[in-house]
Structure formats: C-alpha cells, structure tokens
C-alpha cells in the first residue's frame, strides 16, 4: 500500500506546463487547466482523481482558439484531446465574471467544465475558506466524472455522487466515493478496459 500510494503522489505532481513534454501514459483520465485559479488547484484535484477513482491521469495542454467559441464549441476543442481508450476529459475553469455556469457535462464528448469560482462556497468550523472552496472543487470534478462514467446520484449524504436537498446542512458535502459507488466506478472502469492504479499496474511509458 505504501508503494502505490507514492506512485500517485509521484505522478500527480506534474505541473500544466510540463503537460506537453510527458511521456505517454496509459488510458485514464484527462485535466486541463484552461484557467486553474490558484497556484496548485489543478495538481490538487489530479491527485485527488488520481488517487479516489485509482485511475491514471494526465494533463493536457490548452487548445489554441478554444476560446471564441461558445462552451459546447469549446468543449468539442478540449474533448479532441481524448485519445482512445481515454474515460473522460476535465476541463477547470476559474470564471467569476463573463459566466454562470458551476458545472458543464457533455457526456456524448465525455467531457465535463467545472467553473472553479461558481462552484459552491460553503463555511465549515474549523477549516479555511479557501481550503473549503478547493475541496469543493475536487467534490466537483469527482462528480462529474462520475456522471460521465454512468454513476447514479447516491442517497449516502457524503459520497460525492449525493444531490443534497437544498435545506441540508452544507456541512454535508463529501469528496470521496462511498463503498458501494466506488466498487462500481471501479467495475465500470475496468470495463472501460483501464487498469485501476491499485490492480498493481502504475501509469508507465510505452516503448
Ligand atoms: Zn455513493
């Protein structure tokens, strides 16, 4: 357990701009930092991906001329950087001003935009405002790529995939998979034919 676990430290911690220069990896999942907000968010929710759906990762640069075009023309841009055998594209956001959009899901392009400064600000006891805010924002991407790999929402209220009724606490708000969504995120993704980080086989190059 040791060893795998500083495999997914090790290869989370890849910067965006070295994206272009990685070695090429196995099938998994896809980051793009079209605008990452604050120094290390996009490296935080890849770690954090990474590790809870034990899938490999990587991060892809930012198109060129993504960005005339409306959301959908955008993600067609981005979700042209899926190469086969790719689960999902997750592309992070951080628009305040020009946009409204949280979370958008194009599942026919399995590819998602999460709006890091749309996504819910909530206030916990104990924990800093932007700790909160960025664990908010990894509770989004781990949900939407839930959404596009087939997980249902969940009735457990702390497993990422739970709709909380609007009245509910926001203390109520999980990041990670409860048991029975994990199990079937990992079936799904095994399916998918990705070899799960923790079946043994650590992203590698090829060659
Ligand atoms: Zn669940």
Known sequence: MALLVSVCMGTAGARAADAETEPAAEPGIVLVGVDPGEDGLLDRIREF?????????????????????????????????LKPGDVCLVAVYDRAEDT?????????LRTALVNAARVERIEKEGVP????????VERACMRAIGTLIGLEP???PRCCMHVPPPDVSHEVRGRNLCPPCQD???????????TLLKDGAPAKPEG
């Open 49 to 81: 991906v990474e590790k809870n759906y034990s899938c490999p990762t990587r991060l892809a640069p930012v198109p060129a001329a993504w960005q005339d075009k409306p959301r959908s023309g955008q993600a067609e841009i981005l979700a042209a950087q």
């Open 100 to 108: 409204d959009f949280s979370t958008d899901l194009y599942p026919e």
């Open 129 to 136: 405002a932007e700790e909160m805010h960025e664990r908010m």
């Open 154 to 156: 969940c009735p457990w």
């Open 184 to 194: 079937k995120a990992d079936r799904i993704l095994r399916e998918k034919g990705v």
